[in-house]
């Protein structure tokens, strides 16, 4: 990971706008099989804690952060099921979604 939650969870500063937060079905049931709000990871996502994520993904973020690309975050919940945050580059919209769905 980038940074660590728990160093994440003393910066609360937003790195970027969300836009729009939206979710597909599938992510909202992995969320809620592991007893997790979806705030917890667009939190993670907007202080730029990426997950994980490789070292290539993670300087790709911070490339498109500084630039107004996309974004992308790869958490894993409780029960196990990778949950995806991407971002627009456009910052309109921040949608969490499974990888399967993309």
Known sequence: M???????AHNRTALFPLGQIVATPGA???????H????????WHVRGDWGELSTADIAENELSLKHGFRLL?????ASGQKVWVITEADRSTTTLLLPDEY
């Open 28 to 34: 909202l049931e992995a969320m809620k099989a592991s």
């Open 2 to 8: 980038n940074t660590s939650k728990s160093e994440c």
């Open 36 to 43: 997790q709000n979806p705030a917890e990871f667009l939190e």
């Open 73 to 77: 975050s790869s958490y894993t919940t």
